[in-house]
């Protein structure tokens, strides 16, 4: 009996058996956006006590990995999303930014917690506070609280990950990279 | 060697005389308010004859009220002593707006070094003879001394609007 492989246009689609068990069709679209959302890493990015929450989010008791997103990267070379937990202050602020460019496309961003969404309790008097961080890098999903619960940041997270659900290849440049306040 | 406020106060009315232009004893924290040029001396006869081997705490001060009935700034030194935890007191000086210059303490004790470099990037006051007077909390560029009270927040930051809208 002959060992070697069939030609590819010798199988019979609908009637072989094992053909039919085991192949499935799909679009190339559903498949990237199902990996892309299944292991969405984020950037270990704490910057005040909103960090404590996002620790406890990872911790066993909320369990992150749950949801594919428990590889918290030390590097943003390496991560798909940007977690950014906490105040950001001036003196942060082009770090920030910088940290946002060195993260590679598709990128995403949450801003947790009121100081990053608006300056939180520092949108008056806090002098060396970034008004919300919506001013420096585009943002997908803001999670208000002071801090959120790790029920909010997990909500947060499949929110993202809805997002990511409905992404066209073909249409790959995210909107307007550049945000609204933001002058050169 | 505890000593009453009212001992330490007249060893350094006895040493200084007319450097020490007031003494307040009858509050939470009794001080003595020192001429500026003499802040240092006073220290170190504070740490070396009166045992004061501790700075507790060393606080920029801008004194300007609503009523702009003054616009001095001032400095506050809290001593303490190591063991004796009950041996305290307090120096004051206070410095004019246009030229808040007074001498450093951070020879005298070590631990004023970031203090008096925290005190100058937001309150202003200039230590002179510090070995590393430059900013410790607010960025290196920054302008200003934000918690002077006649302070108003930038509205750009390095091309970042960072106004109230």
Not at chain 2, 104 to 109: E, F, G, L, P, S
Not at chain 2, 130 to 157: F, M, Q, V
Request: glycine content about 6%; hydrophobic content about 40%.
């Amino acid at each position: 009996m002959s060992t070697t492989t069939p030609d590819i246009q010798e199988i019979n689609f609908n009637t072989d058996a094992a053909t039919r068990d085991n192949v499935l069709i799909t679009s190339l679209d559903k498949v990237l956006n199902w990996t892309r959302r299944s292991s969405v890493w984020p950037m270990t990015f704490g910057l005040a006590c909103c960090a404590i929450e996002m620790m406890a989010t990872g911790a066993s008791n909320y369990d992150i990995d749950r949801f594919g997103s428990g590889p918290f990267r030390a590097t943003p070379r390496q991560a798909d999303l940007m977690i950014v937990a906490g105040t950001v202050s001036l003196k942060m602020a082009p770090r920030v930014k910088l940290l946002f460019e060195q993260m590679p496309e598709p990128k995403y961003v949450i801003a947790m917690g009121a100081c990053t969404v608006s300056g939180g309790p520092y949108i008056k008097y806090g002098y060396h506070v970034l008004k919300g961080v919506d001013r420096l890098i585009p943002v997908d999903v803001y999670i208000p609280g002071c801090p959120p619960r790790p029920e909010a940041l997990l909500e947060g997270l499949f929110r993202i990950q809805e997002k990511m659900k409905f992404e066209r290849i073909l249409d790959r440049e995210r909107k307007n990279l550049k945000p609204a306040l933001f002058v050169d | 060697m505890s000593m009453t406020p009212e001992e330490i106060a007249n060893g350094l009315k006895e040493r200084f005389g007319e450097k020490i232009l007031e003494t307040v004893l009858d509050t939470h924290d009794p001080y003595c308010l020192v001429e500026p040029q003499a802040l240092a001396d006073v220290a170190l006869f504070c740490r070396d004859e009166l045992g004061f081997n501790y700075l507790r705490c060393l606080s920029g001060v801008d004194y300007m009220d609503k009523k702009k009935t003054t616009d001095d700034l001032g400095v506050v030194y809290h001593l303490g002593a190591i063991p004796d935890a009950s041996h305290l007191f307090c120096l004051k000086v206070r410095l004019s707006r246009e030229n808040p210059v007074v001498p450093t303490v951070a020879r005298i004790w070590p631990t004023a070094d970031w203090h008096e470099r925290e005190a100058w990037d937001l309150v202003g006051i200039v230590f002179e003879g510090h070995p590393n007077l430059t900013r410790i909390l607010c960025a290196e560029d920054w302008e200003g001394h934000a918690l002077r009270k006649d302070y108003t927040s930038p509205d750009t930051y390095h091309g970042i609007k960072n106004n109230v809208v």
